[in-house]
Nanobody
Framework: QVQLVESGGGLVQAGGSLRLSCAASGSIFSINFMGWYRQSPGKQRELVATIHSSGRTNYADSVKGRFTISRDNAKNTVYLQMNSLQPEDTAVYYC?????????????WGQGTQVTVSS
């Protein structure tokens, strides 16, 4: 199994910044994909940003130019730098890791960290 622990959430005013961290532990070998998703009340969980082991990144249109995803492979940690935060960014942010061994892929989720942006 893989355990994912998010940190860095909190309360911030509109226009402010936060950096989220997701540390992976356990059977972390073969993790080749990590990402951030978020969910606010009444909405489905949505993709925020992903990063592949190749370095390829993907962002939701709503966060492009404001958020940056990065990885520290030595620490088995993925980060989400969030700038110019807006109230609509308020959500629980979840870390995701995909572990691939040959043809088999397993998906793991963290417990989430709350981000609240006040106007």
């Amino acid at each position: 199994q893989v355990q994912l622990v998010e940190s860095g959430g909190g309360l911030v005013q509109a226009g402010g910044s936060l950096r989220l961290s997701c540390a992976a532990s356990g059977s972390i070998f073969s993790i080749n994909f990590m990402g951030w998703y978020r969910q606010s009340p009444g909405k489905q969980r949505e993709l925020v940003a992903t990063i592949h082991s190749s370095g390829r990144t993907n962002y939701a249109d709503s966060v492009k130019g404001r958020f940056t995803i990065s990885r520290d492979n030595a620490k088995n940690t993925v980060y989400l730098q969030m700038n110019s935060l807006q109230p609509e960014d308020t959500a629980v942010y979840y870390c995701r890791a995909d572990k691939s061994i040959d043809y088999l892929t397993r998906v793991y989720w963290g417990q989430g960290t709350q981000v609240t942006v006040s106007s």
